[in-house]
């Protein structure tokens, strides 16, 4: 007679990691807003807080598969909290007029588009992430981290690094995101319902 593994308990230090993350966010954002974004030490501030966050997005996955600590709180939170840190610093990147709204709009659109679609897909097969997603996960951490800094003090080389990494981390964010809905066609003319769903 088989038996069917414990569940794992909410709470552990990966999804404490987590939820981490999502108090942080207000937190960065206040920073990142006092005196309309133009205080040097209150953006650095903001980009401690931003780096800090990005680092637990890392290693809270990697120390839940490493202790197979992996539970259904920590795959429903972890995404949101992603969305949460990243969207966050985008929309109000683009309100202290830093970053172009086009920009923050695509990624946006991209990002929530394929968490929908993902979650329709739950019923044929869970839909990894690509090797494509995580280096745009990386280089949209990256890009914003920079644009988080306080620019307007910082040598103009800075300012054009930032630029290129955004450029790169909007082109592989697309490209990915075209990817994704090329599979997810691909798996809802291919697959069948599993039984009991």
Request: no cysteine.
């Amino acid at each position: 007679m088989r038996v069917s593994a414990a569940p794992q308990p909410s709470w552990n230090l990966a999804n404490v990691l987590t939820v981490a993350r999502v108090v942080l966010v207000p937190v960065f954002g206040w920073a990142l807003l006092v005196d309309g974004g133009e205080s040097v030490g209150y953006r650095l501030l903001a980009a401690g807080v931003f780096a800090l966050a990005a680092v637990t997005d890392r290693i809270d996955g990697w120390y839940a598969r490493r202790t197979n600590q992996v539970t259904d709180f920590g795959k429903l939170l972890d995404p949101i909290a992603d969305k949460l840190l990243i969207g966050t610093a985008l929309v109000l990147l683009s309100a202290l007029d830093e970053l172009p709204w086009w920009i923050t709009v695509v990624i946006l659109v991209r990002e929530l588009g394929i968490t929908v679609m993902r979650f329709f897909l739950l019923r044929y097969v869970v839909l990894p992430a690509s090797r494509g997603g995580k280096l745009k996960t990386v280089l949209q951490s990256f890009a914003i981290g920079l644009y988080v800094l306080p620019l307007f003090a910082m040598p103009h080389a800075v300012e054009v690094l930032a630029g290129v990494v955004m450029a790169a981390a909007l082109v592989v964010t697309v490209v990915t995101g075209l990817d994704y809905v090329r599979t997810a066609v691909r798996i809802r003319r291919t697959a069948t319902v599993p039984p009991g769903i």
